[in-house]
């Protein structure tokens, strides 16, 4: 079978949820510290907090259980990925301008035209991805494409092969966006994909 030739995304199962998370959260308390001591050197000694309460931060706990969530290793709960994406954007807007591109959070309303090219960006995707499968509702090829690890050029190859279950096309669209999957079949088939899959680069791309 021919390969996509370029990874779009990054590889959902290479991303270690616990250092995503803490990198996460260290760049909100670099950021509001530096915010803090612009108005007063006192009250950035106050904002900035030890290392090791980062990973009982807000942000840090809903990266890393949203990451978890995404890779099929653990469920949220009575919290839903939707609300969990809804409480970090507000909380990590003030970082969308930090130099390091890695870790920046999209808006609420830009999470429709949200591409996988960061870790926290993928997480983001395969979470509502997977979110939206659980309930039996279409997925997009974006969303399957980041939880299985595969870029979408690689994974609308599969589709048109027939090898993706519950695969279907959107009437009157072409392209990558054309396809999108549903069912339990579908569930199943991304847990194998996802459990069969090794860290580093996405499928379909250059290693």
Same mark, same amino acid.
């Given at each position: 079978?021919?390969?996509?030739?370029?990874?779009?995304?990054?590889?959902?199962?290479?991303?270690?949820?616990?250092?995503?998370?803490?990198?996460?959260?260290?760049?909100?308390?670099?950021?509001?510290?530096?915010?803090?001591?612009?108005?007063?050197?006192?009250? @950035? %000694?106050?904002?900035?907090?030890?290392?090791?309460? #980062?990973?009982?931060? &807000? +942000?840090?706990? =809903?990266?890393?259980?949203?990451?978890?969530?995404?890779?099929?290793?653990?469920?949220?709960?009575?919290?839903?990925?939707?609300?969990?994406?809804?409480?970090?954007?507000?909380?990590?807007?003030?970082?969308?301008?930090?130099?390091?591109?890695?870790?920046?959070?999209?808006?609420?309303? @830009? %999470?429709?035209?949200?591409?996988?090219?960061?870790? #926290?960006?993928?997480? &983001? +995707?395969?979470? =509502?991805?997977?979110?939206?499968?659980?309930?039996?509702?279409?997925?997009?090829?974006?969303?399957?494409?980041?939880?299985?690890?595969?870029?979408?050029?690689?994974?609308?190859?599969?589709?048109?092969?027939?090898?993706?279950?519950?695969?279907?096309?959107?009437?009157?669209?072409?392209?990558?966006?054309?396809?999108?999957?549903?069912?339990?079949? #579908?569930?199943?088939?991304?847990?194998?994909?996802?459990?069969?899959?090794?860290?580093?680069?996405?499928?379909?791309?250059?290693?």
């Amino acid at each position: 079978m021919s390969r996509a030739k370029r990874p779009d995304t990054v590889r959902l199962g290479a991303i270690d949820a616990s250092t995503l998370a803490h990198r996460v959260a260290s760049e909100m308390r670099d950021h509001l510290t530096r915010q803090a001591r612009a108005l007063s050197p006192a009250v @950035g %000694l106050i904002v900035s907090p030890a290392v090791d309460a #980062l990973d009982r931060s &807000i +942000i840090y706990r =809903l990266v890393d259980s949203l990451t978890l969530y995404a890779q099929g290793r653990r469920e949220l709960g009575t919290v839903s990925a939707s609300e969990c994406v809804a409480q970090l954007t507000p909380l990590y807007q003030s970082c969308m301008r930090l130099p390091d591109k890695r870790f920046r959070a999209p808006t609420v309303e @830009g %999470l429709a035209t949200l591409e996988p090219t960061t870790e #926290l960006a993928c997480v &983001i +995707i395969a979470a =509502l991805g997977r979110e939206q499968m659980d309930g039996g509702k279409p997925v997009t090829a974006k969303e399957v494409a980041c939880l299985i690890g595969v870029d979408r050029a690689y994974l609308t190859i599969l589709a048109n092969a027939g090898e993706v279950p519950g695969a279907f096309r959107v009437p009157g669209v072409r392209g990558l966006d054309e396809w999108r999957f549903k069912g339990k079949k #579908l569930a199943r088939w991304v847990g194998e994909k996802q459990a069969q899959a090794p860290s580093g680069r996405v499928a379909g791309g250059a290693s």
